[in-house]
T-cell receptor, first 113, second 115 residues
Framework: AQKVTQAQTEISVVEKEDVTLDCVYETRDTTYYLFWYKQPPSGELVFLIRRNSFDEQNEISGRYSWNFQKSTSSFNFTITASQVVDSAVYFCALSEYGNKLVFGAGTILRVKS | KAGVTQTPRYLIKTRGQQVTLSCSPISGHRSVSWYQQTPGQGLQFLFEYFSETQRNKGNFPGRFSGRQFSNSRSEMNVSTLELGDSALYLC??????????????FGSGTQLSVL
């Protein structure tokens, strides 16, 4: 069965600090996709990144970076120099087929000025 | 392009009633998925429709149903409402015409309260 664990329930940082959100997943399939979504107070989930199980290349996009390690089944997300606007709930998700996503419980990120 | 539109934004119903939620996907998107979000269970997949056919279904009772129209607009229906059905219902669309796991574009959701 698929499972996504985000052990960090809530993280508080001061603006300009770096913060890493952890995600550990379980799946028996060899082909799968991993996602990070952000949910601001307005409610809609905003797509951040997608990775397939064959692409372990880590990526940096502006202040965001991702670390995908199949050996440890982890897909962590880092925000460099955090800003107040980064405050949101961040969800890690796993998909094996179609658009059926299994989400983690989410991590609340609070960035204080 | 307009985003995913969900109506209504808020809804209050009583136990035993039924409710219909509406979702208009981004123009050109053919896949529509529905998710339920509650504080206790988190985000859970309800079902996905593609070209008016249910392509995938989550683990919810038969009281939860949906459909998709020829213009890709989708509705979901919950019959015989229970208190536990109180949740934020999110609709998501994607342009895909295959089983490739595309990124999803979410609406702001319908907040359903069952009293």
């Amino acid at each position: 069965a698929q499972k996504v664990t985000q052990a960090q329930t809530e993280i508080s940082v001061v603006e300009k600090e770096d913060v890493t959100l952890d995600c550990v997943y379980e799946t028996r399939d060899t082909t799968y996709y991993l996602f990070w979504y952000k949910q601001p107070p307005s409610g809609e989930l905003v797509f951040l990144i997608r990775r397939n199980s064959f692409d372990e290349q880590n990526e940096i996009s502006g202040r965001y970076s991702w670390n995908f390690q199949k050996s440890t089944s982890s897909f962590n997300f880092t925000i460099t120099a955090s800003q107040v606007v980064d405050s949101a709930v961040y969800f890690c998700a796993l998909s094996e087929y179609g658009n059926k996503l299994v989400f983690g419980a989410g991590t609340i990120l609070r960035v204080k000025s | 392009k307009a985003g995913v539109t969900q109506t209504p934004r808020y809804l209050i119903k009583t136990r035993g009633q039924q409710v219909t939620l509406s979702c208009s996907p981004i123009s050109g998107h053919r896949s529509v998925s529905w998710y339920q979000q509650t504080p206790g269970q988190g985000l859970q997949f309800l079902f996905e429709y593609f070209s008016e056919t249910q392509r995938n279904k989550g683990n919810f009772p038969g009281r939860f149903s949906g459909r998709q129209f020829s213009n890709s607009r989708s509705e979901m229906n919950v019959s015989t409402l229970e208190l536990g059905d109180s949740a934020l219902y999110l609709c998501a669309s994607s342009p895909d015409d295959s089983t490739v796991n595309e990124k999803l574009f979410f609406g702001s959701g319908t907040q359903l309260s069952v009293l």
